[in-house]
């Protein structure tokens, strides 16, 4: 089985729209398994009608809790807490719960004892059915940390159900940037799609991303979406990539058939046959040849 | 007054946002007081607009300002260094340490930075005095200035996986204190706020995870840019999510691209009574300007007096949000 990640730098450049479109594609010729690895944003689910099946708690990350019958208001907790997470009460010193990292420092200085730890909640996974195949997919709770974790696990569950099954492809939506959700989303992958458009920051954030992956050893290819609304800088994209020993696969054009087909909550290529749809196949069909 | 930019939903506009309204402001203020000051300092003193990029995964605020930077400082995290000689393997360290950061085999002590989130944990209660801490370093943080903007920005070294701390030190070190209108509150003389401190607008990250929180933290009111699409409406809601119901920021909402997709976002901030504040008509010529590193109000100047209107709502907004906060005080004037 092999397994394929599309990321982009820069966020909005047609992650998901190209996960469905390739989903739809793979699914007619092989069983494919998939895997949105954008837990903080997962949208893949909007434009592929899956039906849940099973949903699990994500449990990760501890927090501090001070008792206010134990806390003296010494202040020692506030002291050690490099996080600003430790603020002073009314009567007693309280955690904001956004800004603790869970480390602990405060639970181990409190001359009381008056602080523990407790276990979050931080997210729930699923595992749900879609007519192009099973779908791994998340919901990190708002604001919380640990989405390398929560990537890692989706994926994970994803390629255990492909290997169970005999799938030939796990497919992996992925998140934009270049931390840690992303270097959890591409590690073990054998092949990562850039999707880029062609402005000034566009080009910007494929050099990071690329290093990204590079820097973890997973091989690339690049598609350039909205090719044609600067065609200088699609070109200027082409002639990077070439420099890089990189291979841009094929050129989306810019049409609002792609938001059309959102709208619809449709893969843009079961929507229409137009030039964005041949686009697509095009670049499924250079992703087969090298991931062959 | 500080103002964070997010989304949610990534590419929906939130640097475009930034930039034009710091661009805007500023050339409102040189409409003003066009004195002819030329020097930095002078801006600041007069209080000229300060934008932070926090989108310090894959910054590009500064690819449209195009800043002088000034200053530059490499950050990163505090983690620890074991002193052998002093060290008497008891183990300790590692069992405070909640991440795995740090381990004890045999006579050797190992450190991982890539887990270390800093929190010193380890130093304090190591009881041989053993540890002491070094910066490993994650990134840089810059700040200079484009014409009467003060600009700033952090960038994460490819390979590191932790954007927290390198927003976290930027924020320290370029906000001045007292920016803040909501924190200075109590002692503010002046209700309406506006001439309480600089204006200071934040570019954050997209998601709804940490780096987003650290840069939606301090701050007086979160504008969400967002696209009128599925996608943009259901990471919007997440994002409000956050900022409304997290943190209890006051939010406003920015359509860009409108006219593109559906009216979901439209029913959800009038059943949320989040407002509207501006619309940004899908128009292929920002989308072209945008991809030139050219700025919309440049290419399309008529835009400055609308974004000088969003910061005016946004403070009103700001204003009558913290008269709800603290009870009877009154609203507005």
């Known amino acids: 089985m092999k397994q394929l990640v599309i990321l982009s730098g820069k966020g909005g450049t047609g992650k998901t729209t190209v996960t469905a479109a390739l989903a739809h594609i793979a699914s007619q010729e092989l069983s494919i398994v998939l895997a949105d690895a954008d837990v903080d944003a997962a949208n893949l689910e909007l434009v592929l009608d899956p039906t849940k099946l099973e949903e699990h708690d994500f449990v990760s990350g501890k927090l501090a809790v001070i008792d206010p019958g134990m806390c003296i208001s010494c202040g020692m907790c506030e002291d050690v807490c490099r996080f600003d997470a430790v603020l002073p009460g009314d009567e007693t010193y309280r955690v904001d719960a956004v800004g603790c990292e869970g480390c602990a420092a405060c639970v181990y200085q409190c001359p009381e004892d008056a602080i523990h730890m407790e276990e979050q909640l931080a997210g729930r996974w699923f595992r749900s059915d879609t007519r192009f195949g099973p779908l791994f997919h998340a919901h990190l709770f708002a604001g919380q940390e640990n989405s390398g974790k929560l990537v890692t696990l989706v994926k994970q569950q994803a390629r255990l159900l492909g290997l169970d099954t005999g799938a030939a492809l796990t497919l992996v939506d992925g998140p934009p940037g270049i931390g840690c959700p992303v270097i959890s989303a591409s590690s073990g992958m054998d092949l990562a799609l850039h999707v880029v458009e062609p402005t000034v920051s566009g080009v910007h954030d494929l050099e990071r991303v690329l290093g990204t992956t590079d820097h973890f050893g997973v091989p690339s290819l690049v598609a350039i979406n909205k090719a044609d609304l600067n065609q200088a800088r699609s070109e200027q994209i082409a002639a990077y990539c070439a420099g890089r020993g990189v291979q841009v696969t094929g050129l989306i054009p810019y049409d609002t058939v792609v938001t059309k087909a959102m709208v619809q909550g449709r893969p843009v290529t079961d929507y229409t046959d137009g030039p964005v749809t041949e686009a697509l196949r095009g670049i499924w069909g250079q992703i087969k040849c090298r991931l062959a | ?333």
């Open chain 2, 1 to 333: 007054m500080i103002v964070t930019i997010a989304s949610g939903k990534g590419g929906t506009g939130k640097t475009t946002v930034s930039v034009n309204l710091v661009l805007s402001l500023a050339a409102g203020a040189q409409e003003l007081s066009d004195r002819g000051f030329e020097s930095s300092g002078e801006s600041a003193n007069r209080g000229g607009p300060l934008l932070v990029d926090c989108d310090v995964e894959e910054p590009n605020a500064g690819l449209f300002l195009r800043p002088a930077i000034q200053e530059r400082m490499e950050v990163g995290q505090m983690i620890p260094e074991v002193d052998i000689a002093a060290c008497t393997h008891c183990g300790r360290c590692a069992e405070v340490c909640q991440y795995n950061a740090i381990a004890v085999v045999g006579e050797k002590v190992l450190v991982f930075p890539e887990l270390c989130h800093g929190c010193g944990s380890c130093t304090l209660n190591c009881p041989a005095e053993a540890i002491h801490e070094v910066l490993h370093v994650t990134g840089t943080i810059e700040r200079g200035w484009a014409g009467p903007i003060e600009f700033a920005q952090g960038t994460m070294n490819v390979g590191e996986p932790m954007a927290v701390p390198i927003i976290r030190q930027l924020k320290r070190w370029v906000i001045p204190p007292g920016a803040s209108t909501s924190l200075g509150r109590t002692a503010s003389t002046s209700p309406g706020g506006t001439s309480g401190g600089r204006t200071v607008i934040l570019d954050a990250p997209p998601g709804t995870a940490c780096p987003v929180v650290e840069s939606m933290r301090g701050a007086d009111f979160v504008l969400m840019v967002t696209e009128p699409t599925p996608f943009g409406l259901h990471d919007l809601r997440l994002a409000v999510e956050v900022a409304r119901d997290e943190l209890g920021l006051p939010v406003g909402v920015v359509i860009n691209r409108d006219g593109v997709g559906d009216h979901g976002v439209d029913d959800y901030c009038a059943a949320r009574d989040i407002p509207i504040l501006m619309r940004i008509p899908l128009d292929r010529r920002i989308a072209e300007a945008y991809s030139e590193g050219v700025a919309m109000v440049d290419e399309l100047p008529g835009y400055r007096e609308q974004f000088r209107e969003l910061y005016a709502s946004i403070e009103q907004l700001q204003v009558e949000g913290e008269g709800r906060g603290v009870g009877d005080r009154g609203q507005g004037e």
